[in-house]
Nanobody, 114 residues
């Protein structure tokens, strides 16, 4: 199963982007859907997750700026990012978990200019 992440791009500081993640085929009974990111000079870190029960969790750096959501009917999940900062620049990866299996996307580049 491949996850296709999209929506990255170049945006000015203070701007917004909406990332999307779509699996190549429907994955039933997903426990977790989420996003990680790799910013320059840092290890990959959690951005946001949403569980099958619609519980959400965010990285400390998010501070209310990002919102994760999902559309079950479209088999897609999203990351709405507002008030972007230059330090948010990096590659954003979507992922999902089903039992012991993890699925990762190829990443989408987000660049925030100052």
């Amino acid at each position: 199963v491949q996850l296709q992440a999209s929506g990255g791009g170049l945006v000015q500081a203070g701007g917004s982007l909406r990332l999307s993640c779509v699996p190549s085929r429907t994955i039933y009974s997903l426990n977790v859907r989420g996003w990680h990111r790799q910013v320059p000079g840092k290890q990959r870190e959690l951005v946001a997750v949403i569980t099958s029960g619609n519980n959400t969790n965010y990285g400390d750096f998010v501070k209310g700026r990002f919102t994760i959501s999902r559309d079950i009917h479209k088999n897609t999940w999203y990351l709405q990012m507002n008030s972007l900062k230059p330090e948010d620049t990096g590659v954003y990866y979507c992922y999902s978990v089903r039992g012991p299996s993890e699925y990762w996307g190829q990443g989408t580049l987000v660049t925030v200019s100052s």
